[in-house]
């Protein structure tokens, strides 16, 4: 069992940027693929981004703006968005190694 404890979320202006951070409990594999996914009420969860040994892949309202990393040093998988819309707001969440972080909140407005 893994728990994945995410941070980071907040409220933020037009523009701004956030850095969301998901750590892991233990060590996991540096081959697992890390993939953050985010939600709106009533809607199902979309990709945002994924990031594996070889390759990062965005979803197109990504492309540009947020930035996948990690530090498998750590067990922690970050999440840096730039130029926030209004649109961006959601909870997002972590997916790692078949278990889910809790959600943080993304509130963009002015």
């Known amino acids: 069992q893994v728990q994945l404890v995410e941070s980071g979320g907040g409220r933020v202006q037009p523009g701004g940027s956030l850095r969301l951070s998901c750590t892991a409990s233990?060590?996991?594999?540096?081959?697992?693929?890390v993939m953050w996914y985010r939600q709106t009420p009533g809607n199902q969860r979309d990709l945002v981004a994924l990031i594996t040994t070889t390759a990062t892949n965005y979803a197109n309202f990504a492309k540009g703006r947020f930035t996948i990393s990690r530090d498998n040093t750590k067990s922690t998988y970050y999440l840096q968005m730039n130029d926030l819309k209004p649109e961006d707001t959601a909870v997002y969440y972590c997916?790692?190694?078949?278990?889910w972080g809790q959600g943080t909140q993304v509130i963009v407005s002015s």
């Open positions: 997916f790692v190694a078949g278990f």
């Open positions: 233990r060590s996991i594999s540096d081959h697992a693929a």
